[in-house]
């Protein structure tokens, strides 16, 4: 029964992945749709979130039958239980992901937002697709290291999400109403995707450490 339980877990572990995985595509082919205003891609991101809902059901449907077969106590229980809490943050992040295509969809054939802020998006796509790339990575191989490293980028995502604001409330802003809407929503989900994965980085943390190491709390 023992080892029947471990495999169970590799499982839990495994799928955690493979969501991960999709997440990385997912933010892949949004952040080129949003700057490059590719309606095909976006539309591909928009149908593909489905396969992250579904797999994120499966997998918190296999933590619950583990939680109620298994009774798991101490760190096995902690695992199980974070994998619940993970798959939720990975699937808004996939939702962050649809966002910010369907925010390309609405606006095609037109950029999103205006020349002067394409820089700081496609700056802020950038980071949140290494981000994406270093949780996977985490969730694989539980290198403690990444977790800082991604609360590094976000640093650095949240310090452009600002000056999204900054420049959309400043004085020399000549955007029309629409194009302040689209920013600062564009803005918010590029920062929220980025803040999940900080979330979940400190939950493999506070595994491997029992320290739930406050420093990467999003």
């Known amino acids: 029964m023992r ?7 590799r499982e839990v572990q495994d799928r955690l992945v493979e969501i991960a995985e999709l997440v990385v595509i997912s933010i892949q082919n949004a952040t080129r749709a949003f700057n490059d205003s590719d309606v095909t891609l976006a539309e591909t991101v928009i149908a593909d979130d489905s396969k992250i809902d579904e797999l994120t059901v499966i997998l918190d449907e296999l933590s619950i039958q583990i939680l109620a077969r298994q009774q ?9 239980v974070s994998a ?3 798959s939720a943050s990975l699937e808004r992040m996939g939702d962050m992901a649809e966002h910010i295509a ?25 980071l949140d697709v290494v981000i994406a790339q270093k949780l996977a990575e985490l969730l694989r191989t539980q290198d403690l290291e990444l977790a800082d490293e991604i609360r590094n980028e976000d640093d650095r995502i949240d310090e452009l999400h600002v000056s999204v604001f900054d420049k959309v409330l400043g004085e020399t802003w000549k955007g029309q109403a629409v194009d302040t809407v689209d920013a600062t929503l564009a803005s918010r989900y590029h920062e929220r995707f980025a803040d999940h994965a900080v979330s979940i980085a400190k939950k493999v943390h506070y595994l491997g450490t029992g320290d739930w190491a406050p420093e990467l709390a999003s």
């Open 3 to 9: 080892e029947v339980f471990q495999q169970e877990l």
């Open 84 to 86: 619940l809490r993970i």
């Open 102 to 126: 369907q925010l390309a969809r609405y606006r095609f054939p037109d950029k999103v937002v205006p020349k002067s802020l394409r820089g700081t998006f496609a700056e802020m796509g950038r």
């Open 72 to 80: 798991p106590v101490a760190r096995d229980l902690r695992i199980v």
